[in-house]
């Protein structure tokens, strides 16, 4: 049987428009809330953007989960138009329920179709991660679309990406996530009196803090030293940031010297700008460790 696949992944995923456009990569918008007026991430603004609303909001900004009707009704017209697979690639289960919620949708999708199971087939796949951590897993995965190439192996393609990204980020200020309780491994965090910066990772969905380095001028050094043991060589990396024009400069030019030019430079989305804060530099990259979700 010919395969028709369509891709499917959650605005979390921070692929910039024109690359998800150019691809015709569907991307569901989680809805947010800024100061009791909700929006639609990637649809009411765009990054830039949002780190202004962020800056001025005076509380918090939330974001909701993705619920299972807006799957049912995506997965419902994949079927009528003949799709024959529906890969998506999830933002991390373990801090949101739409993964969950995909997959509600699947089973209702199956109630009103049985005779569907055959001839309309389900990869969902919980990425364990967030941003361009599973979205250079997505672009890449469209492509390997566009080529021919099997489901089967676009979605193994897919889950060895995710099963080896690896996510470094650097809140320069601890505000946002200590406010917002979405990223564990701030709460606890002392020292940001001495000037100690925490280099944040996330291993099996949770976030933890690999490192603490003294003062902005350790950040880049220590960014690029811990890439260095730990990429796989000659492999694709982003460089994500926030409201830090400097820092990021900095960043992006010390790793084009030892890695050549990064796939992707981009602005935070707001899923995860909301946790983290708008002062953040970061990169992402295939490590050499397995991280099993």
């Not at 995710?162 to 200020?173: A, D, E, M, Q």
Request: glycine share 8%; hydrophobic share 40%.
């Amino acid at each position: 049987m010919n395969e028709k696949i369509k891709l499917l992944t959650d605005s979390c995923c921070d692929i910039p428009q024109e690359i998800a456009k150019e691809y015709g990569i569907e991307i569901l918008s989680f809805p947010i809330t800024v100061d009791g007026k909700e929006y639609r991430e990637r649809v009411d603004f765009g990054a830039e953007e949002f780190f202004t609303m962020l800056s001025k909001s005076i509380k918090v900004p939330t974001h909701a989960q993705l619920i299972p009707i807006e799957f049912e009704d995506l997965y419902e017209k994949a079927y009528g138009e003949g799709y024959t697979d529906l890969i998506y690639v999830a933002i991390n289960a373990k801090g949101s329920s739409t993964f969950i919620n995909s997959k509600i949708a699947m089973n209702n999708f199956y109630d009103n179709h049985p005779d569907a199971k055959n001839s309309f087939r389900f990869h969902l796949i919980d990425s364990g991660c967030y941003t361009m951590g599973y979205g250079m897993a997505v672009i890449e995965a469209a492509k390997k679309i566009r080529r021919g190439l099997s489901v089967k192996e676009i979605v193994s393609s897919i889950e060895d990406w995710v099963n080896h990204v690896r996510i470094l980020f650097v809140p320069l200020t601890l505000d946002f996530a200590k406010k917002s309780g979405r990223i564990s491994a701030a709460a606890g965090f002392v020292g940001e009196l001495l000037g100690l910066k925490p280099i944040i990772t996330f291993k099996d969905g949770d976030s933890v803090i690999l490192e603490k380095v003294r003062g902005e001028k350790a950040v880049v050094p220590r960014l690029i030293e811990m890439m260095q043991a730990d990429m796989i060589p000659e492999t694709p990396y982003s460089v994500v940031h926030g409201m830090q024009p400097q820092l990021t400069e900095e960043l992006t030019a010390e790793l084009e010297k030892r890695f050549g030019k990064a796939a992707y430079n981009y602005a935070l989305g707001p899923v995860v700008a909301i946790n983290a804060g708008p002062n953040v530099v970061g990169v992402i990259y295939k490590s050499h460790e397995i991280d099993s979700h």
